[in-house]
C-alpha cells in the first residue's frame, strides 16, 4: 500500500458527544463503531453513513474505554467510576455492573468467546470478570504491577497489559507464567499487530515501540509525533505494512512499518487524538478527539 492509498481523505464528521471523546473503536466487522467519553456516554454509530444509531447511559463518571462482542450483541465499558459495565447492545440494558477496582478503569476487553470481560485499571491490577456467572466478584486478579495498567490485548491463551511503571507483561493464562518486557518509559497503550506476532507500544516519551512478541526484543522505534501527557490508541493497518498514531497537537502519522519513516502525516483534529481505529479489511479509519469529534477517513 502507497501513501496514495492510505485513508487521509475525511469521509464523515461524527458529532454528539459533549466534551472529549476518549475512545473510538470499529466493531469486529467494521460496518458499525463505537465511542465513549467525558460526557459519561457510549455511543453506537454507523460511521459509513454518519449515523449515530444509540447512546447508552449509566455511567457516573467519564466513560474511558469500551469494547463489543464478535457478535455485536454486548459491549463492556469502563471509566472513572471504577466499574467495569457489560451491556446489552439492542436494549441498552446494563446486565451486570462488575466492581472491585480501587480507582479508575483505564481499558477493557472481551476474550475470544465473549464469556470474560479483562479489564485494566489504576489500581495498578487487571482484573477478569466472568460474564456468565452472576457473581460480581473477579476470578482473576493480576497485581504484579508497580503503577496504573493503561492498555490490555489478549490472544487465545495469554493476556498483554501495557502500564505506567514501564512494563509490557505477558501471562500465559495455560501455565500461570508471566513474562515482562522493560521499555523503561511509561506506556499509555498496546495494541497487536494483525498477525499476533508483535505488540505495538505507545510511551510517554513520544516514541511508538514494536516489540517481538516471542523474543521480547525490539524491532523499531518510530518518531515524529507527540505524546507525553494523554492516553493515546496506537495501531497497525489491516495489512500490518503501516503503524499508524495520534499526536497531542492533533495530526495522526502513518510510518512504514519495517523502516520507521514517516510516510504521511496531516492535521485530523483541533486537540489531542485521543483514539485511531482502523477497519478489519478496507483501507478505513476513524479518529477520535478531546475536540469532541470523530472522523471517519477513507483512501
Not at 221 to 235: A, P, V
Request: a negative charge; glycine letters at 8%; proline letters at 2%.
Amino acid at each position: 500500500m502507497s501513501a496514495d492509498e492510505l485513508p487521509r481523505t475525511e469521509a464523515n464528521v461524527l458529532r454528539g458527544h459533549e466534551g472529549a471523546v476518549l475512545a473510538a473503536r470499529f466493531n469486529g466487522n467494521g460496518e458499525y463503531c463505537l465511542s465513549c467519553g467525558k460526557d459519561r456516554t457510549i455511543r453506537l454509530w454507523n460511521p459509513h453513513r454518519g449515523l449515530q444509531i444509540k447512546t447508552y447511559k449509566s455511567h457516573g463518571r467519564e466513560v474511558r474505554d469500551v469494547h463489543v462482542t464478535s457478535d455485536n450483541s454486548k459491549l463492556c465499558s469502563c471509566g472513572g467510576d471504577r466499574q467495569v459495565f457489560y451491556w446489552d447492545v439492542a436494549t441498552g440494558r446494563v446486565i451486570r455492573k462488575f466492581r472491585g477496582h480501587d480507582s479508575e478503569v483505564n481499558a477493557v476487553k472481551f476474550n475470544e468467546y465473549s464469556s470474560v470481560v479483562m479489564s485494566a485499571g489504576y489500581d495498578r491490577s487487571v482484573r477478569a470478570w466472568d460474564c456468565r456467572s452472576h457473581s460480581t466478584e473477579p476470578i482473576q486478579i493480576i497485581d504484579t504491577f508497580s503503577d496504573s495498567v493503561m492498555s490490555i490485548c489478549l490472544t487465545k491463551t495469554e493476556i498483554i497489559a501495557g502500564s505506567v511503571d514501564g512494563t509490557v507483561r505477558t501471562f500465559d493464562i495455560r501455565i500461570g507464567r508471566e513474562i515482562s518486557d522493560d521499555l523503561g518509559h511509561p506506556i499509555n497503550c498496546i495494541s497487536l499487530s494483525n498477525d499476533n506476532n508483535c505488540v505495538l507500544a505507545s510511551c510517554l516519551d513520544s516514541t511508538l515501540r514494536l516489540l517481538d512478541r516471542a523474543t521480547g526484543e525490539l524491532l523499531q522505534e518510530y518518531r515524529g509525533h507527540t505524546s507525553k501527557s494523554f492516553k493515546m490508541d496506537c495501531c497497525l493497518t489491516n495489512t500490518d505494512a503501516h503503524v499508524v498514531g495520534g499526536s497531542e497537537d492533533g495530526f495522526i502519522y502513518f510510518w512504514d512499518l519495517v523502516d520507521a519513516s514517516v510516510i504521511s502525516s496531516f492535521r485530523a483534529h483541533s486537540s489531542v487524538v485521543t483514539s485511531v481505529s482502523y477497519h478489519p479489511k478496507d483501507s478505513c479509519m476513524i479518529s477520535a478527539s478531546v475536540d469532541g469529534s470523530i472522523r471517519v477517513w477513507k483512501a
